[in-house]
């Protein structure tokens, strides 16, 4: 099949698949690991012409950056690597806090190139915004890593309007990475005006809900081990997560009229919503991915947009997309 491709960034430019894959459910949060069956993904995710592999260093921690490293070691030069660093760990699995020092910048990209085994990143991000250091001397210090040819492209994830613009005058970003689906739109008011003013690009992460939008999940089909069953993700517990698959079943209807799984459709919404955004959508199934794939054929009418944000009202989706939005630069 062939893949479209799309443009992230105005002033640093970076040229990905239009569809991307996050890597991270294959090494910790959903379920037991799955190294054999993440490679195989990767691996038929590059054969089908995805370029745009999201990845970071906390995932494991630290082992699905070398899980990624392994499955693109002779095959580099086809990716878009995108790895990030800020959520601080110990090797023990620890949550040390975010860390934005220049120093941890530093330390952090080396480390990351080692387990990745490349000997630059495409696309650093910094996961989450330290709020006790100026985001001038986090992006200050990621733009040495540009100038020293370790790093491409610097991005962020989960920043508010006023510090990508703070990080934007330090140094051109070129993606803003965060949650971006039906059930999520937080966004549209202040932030997305904000990154298409500047010229940075959209990478939505948990495009699917975090897997609510695919209308496989239900309050028996998270297994042990799957974070998605505690409450730290109110919209997928108890009554919320009951109230939350009422609104995927008016996804479903559009979805049968439409031809194409619910997940098919929800995907469309996102990839409809500008040429400036590349969803990446996480899977550890070769299957998963191959469906979601089938996005792209998925032609959506301005009657189709309408008719999505009308069955899924923003104010009508039940809990916060986390139980604590501490994290969460505002």
């Not at 085994?117 to 910094?126: E, F, K, M, T």
């Not at 040429?275 to 299957?287: L, M, Y």
């Not at 469906?291 to 944000?309: F, Q, T």
């Amino acid at each position: 099949m062939s893949i479209p491709q799309r443009t992230l960034g105005t002033t640093s430019p970076l040229t990905v698949s239009a569809l991307g894959l996050g890597c991270m459910g294959m090494s910790e949060f959903y379920g037991a690991p799955d190294e054999e069956s993440g490679l195989a993904t990767i691996h038929r995710a590059l054969d089908l012409g995805v370029t745009f592999l999201d990845t970071a260093d906390m995932y494991g921690p630290f082992t699905n950056e070398r899980l990624v490293g392994r499955a693109i070691a002779g095959r580099r030069d086809e990716v878009q690597l995108a790895t990030k660093f800020g959520n601080q760990r110990a090797e023990d699995g620890a949550r040390l806090g975010i860390n934005g020092s220049p120093e941890y910048v530093r330390s952090a990209c080396d480390a990351s190139l080692q387990r990745l085994g490349v000997d630059h990143i495409d696309l650093y991000y910094q996961h989450r915004v330290d709020q006790s250091v100026p985001i001038e001397e986090t992006v200050g210090a990621m733009a040495e890593l540009v100038q020293a040819g370790k790093v491409r492209h610097l991005g962020l994830s989960e920043a508010s309007a006023a510090t990508i613009r703070r990080a934007h005058a330090v140094h051109p970003i070129t993606a803003l990475q965060t949650e971006y689906s039906l059930f999520t739109r937080d966004l549209e008011e202040q932030i997305l005006p904000t990154i298409r003013e500047l010229g940075i690009g959209l990478v939505p992460y948990s495009p699917l809900g975090r897997g609510i939008l695919t209308g496989r999940l239900t309050a028996d089909s998270l297994g042990e081990g799957d974070s998605r069953a505690s409450a730290y993700f109110p919209r997928l517990n108890g009554e919320a997560l009951e109230a939350n698959l009422r609104l995927v079943d008016r996804v479903r209807l559009i979805a049968d009229e439409k031809g194409c799984t619910p997940g098919q459709l929800a995907l469309a919404w996102v990839l409809a919503q500008g040429e400036d955004v590349a969803p990446i959508p996480g899977t550890k199934r070769v299957t998963y991915l191959e469906e979601n794939l089938g996005a792209l054929d998925v032609r959506l009418s301005d009657a189709d947009l309408r008719a999505l944000r009308e069955a899924v009202p923003a104010e009508e989706v039940v809990g916060d997309r986390y139980g604590d939005l501490s994290h969460i630069d505002a």
